[in-house]
């Protein structure tokens, strides 16, 4: 191992860090060729997830749940406003805030995207209790500074 000031460096192989980083990347790369036939990027599949889970759903909201500020959601949304899949209106309640739903294109992919979840499931040969865990682990990671 390099020594630099008399303090050995740890290993990059054996950090966290990179260990979450390495699995992210994989996990994205492996839906690819599920969102590819749908047209869809990793991060709109996440948006049309979310509504189909629960639409209409504001641009905040999205963004709070999905852990993406204004600046990366809103592009998100438009781009799947332009394919067909979502529309945007202005709330009637509050003017500021803007709503996005499913059209009926992006209802009509429900079934095809709900499969996603479940053959990325099956690549990952994870058994469920041990993916319920390490997702419980990641969550507590990734809201750690929320606190």
Known sequence: MPKSAGRTLPDVGKQLSFALYGAANRLVRMHKPFLDPLGLTFPQ??????????????????????????????????????GGFVSRRRDAKDERRVLVDLTASGEAMRERIRV????????????????????????GIGRSDED
């Open 116 to 139: 996603v979840p479940d053959r990325i499931k099956t690549a990952c040969q994870i058994p469920d209790d041990r993916a319920d865990e390490l997702r419980d682990v990641l969550n």
């Open 45 to 82: 599949y996440l948006v049309m997830l979310e509504l189909l889970g629960s639409g209409p759903r504001s641009v905040g909201e999205l963004g709070t749940k999905l852990g993406m500020d204004t600046g990366t959601i809103t592009p998100l949304v438009k781009r799947l406003e332009q």
